[in-house]
């Protein structure tokens, strides 16, 4: 090991190449204990993991030292009724947030003595948009007008990439001499960012030769990936979920200690009126607390906490008491690919019964999708309660860390 | 163990009661084979965490299972040139995104070998905002003229509730009958949501007794916590940092095989115009990655990623090359509380020269929000770079998962 | 008339009522002297009108008093290339701005010298959404699969209300309990809200009786009619317009008192970083100037200055000098309804060639819209060659009016 | 006159020099003629003006060559019991949209048999923000520490241009090298932009000098003038106003021919949640109606209209009816300057008892301010009722104009 640490030192092997001479786990560990000899810092626990990393180190981290552990806790049971998840699950979500799983839970306790959430997938859809420079307005009408009449062969391009995906839709969108082409694809069981990415560049290889576009960049930012982007909200990205709940008088008494005018009133007063006149683009009290949760357990990647959380979450006064609703139109989302297939992620799916590959393709990602959207319904029912109940600071100090 | 399970199954014993009987790695593990036995998942490797939990079942998380293992690698060295962090960093990044950690490295490269990062906090504060109901609009200005006119009440309401934090300002803003009361306070090393909540419950009590201003809910999303939002982007949150580095066309060149005149046209074309026509509050190519591999490596609330990464990428060309620069306006970041206890995120703050308070207090938020800022200006020049050079797709192809 | 204003002044005579039995002049004075005693001021001018008001009273404003009249200035001549407008034009612009007309005259000598401004129509459809409520988010569903299902029983239920209007989408958006169906309709050379107003109508009770939704309201707000809102610029409403012009550098200097790296400079910096940052949906400078001013001249609607003027300027930096770009993603506007049929107002829309029905429909509103794009980067040009020279304050000290 | 349109045709004589050697009248006569020559239009009913417009060919309008007359019709009377305005008004309306005045006059009749509508101004400054270019992020820094540092010699450099404006605030928000700096005045009874241009203008010279940084822009957007922006709701511009009424479920029931619950319902599922998922900045449901209509009356900038009309409307359900709200976060308004000197603006201005400055200054421009809040609540009232009972499209078919 000294003599790997001095040619790392010596700058004569260069820490990414450790693999190419060493067995996965003796290559990150030399690399972590370089990095302990020149930060002084002690990587015991980082290197102290338990999962297989042969393919890790491959295909998901680069320069791996190690693996950071985060606690996993379970909220449920959680009776879902969609149209792929139809049943009771237990939510796994990977979370330092005290508070956090103990009010999920209660979300679920009430969901599911309330018969169950009612959740559709509205839209799927994943997207990558290219952005080509024209010479003028007059040549981006020109290849706006060409993808639109000739969506064959974008397909066909698409569509030679990929064994799985299927090129749905191709939107263009003209700014000055910017044409965006939006290109959708339907990635079965794999979020699909991925794929999306190289059937794209096909699709704007063929693009650009057959109109002179040149392109600038394969993203334009027009996807929108990992930023938060209305777009996602007005035509929907990965998958688009709504997920609903009636909760009568009694259990909402019961359940959240208080009643079905108030949680109308603090959703429209904190999410719909304080939201708007702050500029938000997420109309929810805290989706991505739940999003975030679910998808470091089940190895999704996290920056789509971004777009995945950008939630509406709605509040409808009934008769006997509310129906509350999550719309989430933008969850990128999968069952294959990405962290999926590394050992306590794959748990974490199988406890979903979500591992892998579905029969019919696209079916396990779907039901993931209609679970989670269930799982941030009770996220939010129980946030909106405690708030209503006014509990939320007394919560923290019971629960808190940073006092 | 199976009388546990037993108790659990009929409901005699309550899932989350388990650490009143049992010391925390038994508890764990009684409710994880109930778990097992409930879906008929195996959860063998979730189980197999090895980081202390005594305090994590606390304040952490509640009903947990086990730990997911997120690899970490690492990028770097990286120069910065802050007030607060002055040096080089070797910077951990927890991910399974394929090709994350090598392209942070290659901009880490750039940025050293251009003589490191220059680095600036803008602004420190971070905010809570409870929303009031007034009876009619004239309430509600009386609301807002008390609050402006009772500062020193204020300040001493919130203050007796936290021995580090300071009030530093409240800003009210009126909709309607809605009153916003958005306190800010700087927390020292705490991201200090738990902190500024507890303090904003106290200020709300004597608003709400001082005006007859109804609190409706402790957090109106003025905050505005965990959701994109404008408000964050002019008046900011949490720590705001930006900063930047001067490239020559020479190193441009050698690292990124492209221009000076390319980047800038990338960034125009895909940051600036694309996310202007996607309705976007995110004006950067990725900044969510690398806050997220951040965030979840050093203990880091992740749903902070969401405007934590909304940041704006600028490329200003100059007369020898290019100015680059990135702006976080609202990164919420921290060295103690949260998930900065636990043994692994504490080794990666660690890594970072920055686990636990700093001295003065403060100093080590501040520290690890200058680095953290260097390191989204790394991941932002590498993807620009790549997407200059349009190698996206290549290097997917290369590390990539779901083919 | 002393007999009327008693018996308006009693209340046995409504001021509205007038009409019903005094000619429209008559009437008019009647009231305006009525409304003159009731506040003791002059109204005399006002009252001064020369146009004609026989219609106007019927159709374009109830209880008048009289008019105002508001100056109207040309600029111009404007070269315009497009697919319509093919020529050149003066540009009535009404304003009471000083420095306005001024300012757009010298964006119209530079586009006009440099050989004219390409003008393309991108997109072109008059939009209104209904929104209807669902008892639960599977009732959403089913009825946002009805709308998709049943696309030529919608057309035929809207297009029995007009001969003119064409439906050419229904866009259903599903969030929580609340559908919103965007109809889109081909309105030819009427801006159109009206004629889609009264299809939408028909078309929400068809989809109501189908499928047992509760129409709410018949705007949604999800048109968007006459507020910001990013659906427009994403989807395009009324005619999506782009215009651009290439300008040399000599051109640039003589005309501008400046330069090409000048120019893009002052665009990046103000439109897009600067827009950005303030959570803008407008990434201009000052668009609507322009569409207000021929709105007013041509009788269009002035509270469609609103979306009309959510323009984005881009500046591409070129080998010889620039090309100065406008799109105009949600443009109303008509040459037929309105005030378009109003003495003065169609004067304007003559100074133009397009007042009335064009041949074949809709050519007329096709080439006021591309002409009206032209005039808006004449303004954006002006603008941001006088920030460029910094001469901004000084024209307003000049020209300006509350020193 | 052929003398001159010769001189003109051959360019000779400037089109925009005739007022250099004619008197007004007869200088617009002359370009009138020469445009009608150039483009065979007739334009003589735009030429029987019957203003004075001595002033306005030097204040108001260049190239003029008459003027449009718009209709003017009275809504009212409307009751309002602000802190400015207490009494009661007609509004007047400039409007060619048939309908729009009947119904602002039934929103007015509710109001005002409801008691009036309360109205408070909230905040009250006119904003300018240059954008300045810095080195690099720690340049940009230590601009915004002088400006901070150096409220004073601001306030002096600002307050030496203008006897009536004050600088109230100074607010730096830095994106990568870009400084912009939000000036902020408390500008009377103007309005102000030019006030506050010349202002800052003057400021901006001071920073650049004391600092080094260079002025990109007088404007950078930061303003934001004209554009729609998240920033004015948040900070808010002009005049910020709230005006709102309680109704009782009988008076409701006879104006509106509805119920409190379903104006709440309308509200909620259009206003809030349709305008959310539309990503839009104004949650209303046609405030640019009534605002461009007062603006153009009372000799406003209609370009304006676009923040201006960025309002929150909100219903509450009370005990015996409903409290109806709408925000107006960003008036720009005044009552001297711009067109308030024109002839018949002057008049509209006259008929609310506010032409010309008050005393105290500033006392006019607010009183203008409460009553247009109060009447865009009565527009709201009006719009929100109809949609409720399901009256629009059938009032449309009545009143309309392009069937």
């Not at 699709?203 to 576009?213: F, H």
């Not at 997920?243 to 009694?250: C, I, K, N, Q, R």
């Not at 007063?269 to 989706?287: E, Q, T, V």
């Not at 971004?306 to 509406?312: D, K």
Request: charged share 20%.
């Amino acid at each position: 090991m000294e003599t790997y640490r001095g040619r790392l030192k010596s700058g004569q092997l260069k820490l990414y190449a450790l693999e190419q001479s060493l067995p996965p786990d003796e290559a990150v560990a030399v690399r972590r204990a370089f990095i302990e000899g020149e930060t002084g810092a002690s990587l015991a626990t980082l290197g102290s993991y338990t999962i297989g990393i042969g393919q890790a180190v491959k295909k998901n981290c680069e320069n791996m030292i190690g693996a950071v552990q985060v606690p996993v806790g379970v909220a449920g049971p959680l009776r879902v009724r969609g149209e792929y998840a139809d049943g009771e699950w237990y939510i796994p979500l990977a979370t330092t947030e005290g508070a956090l799983v103990a009010s999920v839970n209660r979300g679920c306790s009430a969901i599911t003595r309330a018969g169950g959430a009612g959740v559709r997938i509205l839209r799927d859809g994943m997207t990558r948009a290219p952005v080509f420079a024209a010479r003028d307005v007059e040549h981006a009408k020109g290849i706006a007008d060409w993808v639109d009449g000739h969506r064959d062969a974008i397909i066909a391009a698409a569509e030679a990439t990929t064994s799985h995906g299927r090129l749905t839709d191709a939107v263009t969108i003209v700014t000055g001499t910017n044409v965006f082409v939006r290109l959708e694809f339907d990635t079965k069981d794999a979020m699909g960012m991925n794929m999306v990415t190289i059937a794209s560049a096909k699709v704007a290889d063929l693009i650009a030769e057959a109109t002179g576009a040149r392109l600038v960049a394969l993203s334009g930012n027009m996807c929108t990936d990992k930023k938060p982007a209305a777009i996602n909200l007005v035509r929907g990205r990965g998958r688009s979920v709504a997920a609903g709940v009636a909760l009568s008088e009694a259990l909402i008494h019961e359940v959240f200690k208080t009643d079905a005018a108030t949680l109308a009133e603090v959703n429209m007063r904190k999410n719909l009126i304080g939201s708007a006149r702050a500029g938000s683009l997420g109309f929810n009290a805290h989706a991505a607390n739940i999003i975030a949760g679910i998808f470091i357990a089940c190895g999704q990647d996290p920056a789509h906490v971004v777009e995945g959380s950008s939630a509406i979450t709605t509040v409808d006064v009934t008769p006997g008491g509310v129906y509350v609703a999550v719309t989430l139109p933008s969850l990128p989302i999968g069952t294959v690919g990405g962290g999926t297939g590394l050992d306590t992620q794959r748990e974490c799916l199988s406890l979903l019964g979500v591992a892998g590959g579905g029969t019919p393709p696209g079916s396990h990602a779907r039901k993931f999708a209609e679970i989670t959207g269930a799982a941030v319904l009770a996220g939010e029912l129980s946030l909106l309660g405690a708030l209503a109940a006014q509990h939320l600071a007394r919560a923290h100090q019971a629960l808190g860390r940073n006092k």
